[in-house]
């Protein structure tokens, strides 16, 4: 997909890239306005959705959380603050890595597989990764040490680290959420307040911090909650309400890069558009409180 920027400028965007104020954002928007992660390409059925990780979007004047993606469709970010999307085109396949406690996660432009202490996909690359992926569509690469490449075929078993690890090609009618993030795949929180364990695809995710004590304080209050309130219980110290709202924007965001990278769907916890947040539980979902 081809997104044209607020300055004119051309860029390609795939599943899982960001939207924002990031440096390290796909598609990297220098202002104010824009939130440092403003939100995030989905691959959803046969579709691309724009999914709003901050605040709404705006398409013709109508506040949107999700924005289905066609060519020519406008979408303001903030006031004249607008991208545009250019090109769209879906492939039949999309290509996933699995291996050795890796569930099957789509690769994206770049991705970056770390093995330690449990095997998980990162989006871009990462110097200290074990391999780094890069190609598209049926055509990619592994760097498995500077300058040492290889090009790699469709369900050819290769190793990495000791595990087993193989490229599958998805169609792209299975390639939702589900491949990607585990979207469908039960979770079962484990919650400590100070930790909180999720179990998923047969491995516990140890989540500390004040990650922890965030999903911790949504599971208490049951419900969509104001970040302020939130924020207030997990920072009890006096701050002004500037530094509260960065700290607790921080978090979230460090929150959602963690559960990414783990191969969990980041919209566990959740914003309603109107500054309140939540988590996003799923029919097989089950938590254990004992906080």
């Given amino acids: 997909m081809t997104i044209c920027g607020p300055n004119q400028k ?6 899982g890239d960001l939207i924002g104020r990031l440096r390290s954002a796909a598609l990297p928007i220098d202002d104010p306005r824009v939130s440092e992660a403003h939100a995030m390409v989905s691959l959803r059925g046969e579709s691309l959705r724009l999914l709003a990780l901050r605040g709404r979007l705006l398409v013709n004047n109508e506040s949107r959380l999700e924005v289905f993606l066609t060519e020519g469709l406008k979408i303001d970010l903030a006031p ?5 999307v250019r090109r769209l085109l879906l492939p039949q396949t999309v290509m996933a890595l699995e291996g050795d406690g890796l ?14 202490p449990n095997p998980r996909l990162v989006p871009g690359y990462l110097a200290q990764a074990n391999a780094v992926f890069w190609g598209e569509d049926d055509i990619w690469k592994i760097e498995i ?12 078993p290769f190793q990495i680290a000791g595990r087993m690890f193989r490229l599958v090609s998805v169609p792209l009618h299975q390639a939702s959420s589900d491949a990607t993030m585990g979207g469908l795949v039960p979770l079962r929180l484990v919650v400590l ?21 965030l999903i911790s304080e949504l599971v208490d209050f049951g419900g969509p909650v104001s970040w302020e309130i ?24 460090r929150l959602r890069k963690r559960l990414r990278d783990c191969g969990i769907r980041d919209d566990l916890v959740t914003s309603t558009g109107t500054g309140h947040i939540h988590l996003m539980l799923r029919e097989d979902d089950s938590i254990e409180d004992r906080n």
């Fill in 10 to 15: 051309l860029w390609d965007l795939s599943h």
């Fill in 80 to 84: 004249k603050v607008t991208i545009e």
């Fill in 103 to 116: 569930p099957r996660q789509l690769l994206q432009g770049v991705s970056s597989l770390v093995t330690v």
């Fill in 145 to 156: 040490a500077p300058g040492v490449t290889e090009s790699l075929t469709p369900n050819q």
């Fill in 193 to 213: 307040y100070d930790t909180v364990e999720i179990h998923h695809s047969g491995r516990v995710v140890l989540i500390s911090g004040n990650s922890a004590r």
């Fill in 230 to 253: 939130l924020a207030a219980e997990i920072w009890k110290e006096e701050v002004d309400r500037e530094q509260l709202r960065s700290r607790f924007d921080m978090t979230v965001l």
